[in-house]
């Protein structure tokens, strides 16, 4: 998991992934916990989780990142190593107004990365790199 989560998200998602190794689903209180620290973004994520909307993006390098189709059906590229998210309300409620640890899309990253649940997809590094240039021609 990532450093840069409060220790009690880490410790939560380290708990998640354990049990779902262990019994394939995620037990009543640990859910309750997700709504508890990670608020409205908890259920959307595990929607998307749940549609497999999360691809890790691997080049030979071994650089990685993730996409996430978001439900509006526009994709999102996420980094866990840094915890960012190119959507538009990581920007606004997370960075600007500091009102959630991340959104829907990077909590989503964590849960399929706990559950098993993230496709692969492994591109070369002009695929990743015209991955990653996509995102700034959008915003630009």
Sequence with gaps: MDSTLP???????????????ET???PDD???GLNFIFGPCAVPAL??????SVTRVVSPS????????GSSGK????????HFCTCP???FTVLQKSESLLCKHILAVYLSQAMGACQELNVSEEQLTSILLA?????G
Excluded at 8 to 19: F, G, H, N, T
Excluded at 47 to 52: A, G, K, N, R, S
Excluded at 62 to 69: D, H, K, M, N, Y
Excluded at 135 to 139: L, T, V
């Design 7 to 21: 220790a009690v998200a880490e410790e939560l998602l380290k708990e998640i992934k354990k049990a779902f190794q």
């Design 24 to 26: 394939s689903h995620v």
């Design 75 to 82: 994709l999102y590229t996420c980094f866990s190593s840094c």
């Design 47 to 52: 929607d998307l989780v749940d549609q497999h």
């Design 89 to 91: 309300a990581f920007s």
């Design 135 to 139: 995102e700034e021609e959008d915003e």
């Design 62 to 69: 071994g650089r990685t990142a993730f996409q996430v189709l």
């Design 30 to 32: 640990l859910l309750l």
